[in-house]
């Protein structure tokens, strides 16, 4: 009863939430990972007796791994540098007169998070030679549940995500953040 009126989370649904979302990552792994058969096979063939913890909780999640998307990783080697560059402009002043500059002729995405009438929203658009090309919306959900430095991070997802699939490979694209603690992490 005091967990109820100290508006906590149950601890049995605590677990179950924590082993659901711990096999979601598992089942998302790409096929080259060396747990994913283990996975497929826990899914395929259910047994009744002596039942690994991968069938506890493939009966436990009321989803099918095979119809999940498979997250594919980067691989590279440590000690690579990123191919990619920060800067931050001295003023606000000559960060817009490089963006006049640079707009007309080059690539840009610009990306920006807010809270606006009690949510958290994200928002990246992606403009070619001045003319926009795209553009992606994202709302979290509630203030508070959600902070606006995470919709920054969401919106810097979403710029990714169009550079890449949207604008396809390039040698530059610009990605304006107004978010400097992003930029200097």
């Not at 990783?73 to 006049?100: A, C, H, L, V, W």
């Amino acid at each position: 009863m005091a967990i109820i009126h100290a508006n906590l989370v149950p601890l049995s649904i605590l677990l179950k939430e924590a082993s659901l979302k711990s096999y979601a990552q598992i089942a998302t792994r790409p096929t080259t990972h060396p747990i994913s058969p283990l996975v497929q096979q826990t899914t395929n063939h259910q047994i009744k007796k002596h039942q690994s913890s991968l069938h506890h909780l493939a009966n436990m999640a009321k989803f099918k791994p095979e119809e999940m998307e498979k997250m594919n990783t980067t691989r590279q080697q440590p000690g690579t540098m990123p191919n990619f560059s920060t800067f931050i402009m001295e003023t606000k002043e000559k960060s817009m007169e490089n963006d006049n500059k640079l707009f007309p002729i080059s690539r840009m995405i610009y990306t920006d998070g807010s809270g606006y009438k009690g949510a958290i929203g994200a928002v990246a658009v992606a403009f070619a030679n001045s003319t926009k090309i795209a553009e992606l919306q994202y709302q979290l959900g509630p203030d508070t549940r959600h902070t606006v430095f995470e919709g920054e991070l969401v919106a810097i997802i979403l710029g990714l995500h169009l550079s890449h699939n949207i604008i396809g490979i390039r040698e530059h694209i610009n990605l304006n953040i107004d978010n400097q603690a992003t930029i200097k992490l």
